[in-house]
């Protein structure tokens, strides 16, 4: 499978996954229709459905418009889309043979508490779990649910391709360097972050691997994380939980 950006509003991606051998497409979490469908013409391209991670409107408001067009599949967590044709939960394989791929779906709340992922291809389309140097904002979930989502995606192989929505990776890049100001790959990532997106570049699909040895969020674990987090909130810290709450209220300020 083939997987390419579609970029939509100021700084979402709609991922779209086309089949090797055919036209046929799906697509991640279509906010808005209008960009899908230019691509879809201009390539001449089939869409035979629709994946949605989580029911905010700018991952979902392209589907009713899509489906005018195209009446496939519209797979998703409860409550996602009144056209879901597929409610998937922890565990569900979905297979889509039209673009010869499958994938596993992985509840990750926190952002919501719908939120779920795809797993497969060696890739996982995280949405707003997870994005490149950060994470999703604790809208509905707790900071305890975030991180064992977090985890989920850690126990992951690193050579997985992460696929989140937006392309926030340079702004991220400067909070992530005041938590770890002498982390090294960071530094080195900022600086290939900055010449992507002078070029116009997405920064996305970004390895695991590489986040691992970057996001502060998945770094609670750290030493230098934990001191910044405690400088930032004026008392010791006991737990993994109360570092991540620490550097996501920090974020949320910055
Ligand atoms: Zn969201």
Redesign the pocket.
Known sequence: VIVTPICAFHDNYIWLLKSEHSNACVVVDPGDASPVLTAFSAQNLQLSGILLT?H?A??VGGVEQLLQHFPVDVYGPKGTSPHLTHLVAEGDLIELPAIDASFHVLELPG??LDHIAYYGEECLFCA?TLFSLGC?RLFEGTAEQMVSSLNKIKQLPVDTALFPAHEYTEANSQFALCVEPDNKALLERQAEVREKRSENQPTLPVLLEMELKTNPFLRCDQIKVLQSAEQYVGHDLRSEVEVFAGIRGWKDEF
């Open positions: 989580h905010h700018d991952h952002h919501t707003d999703g």
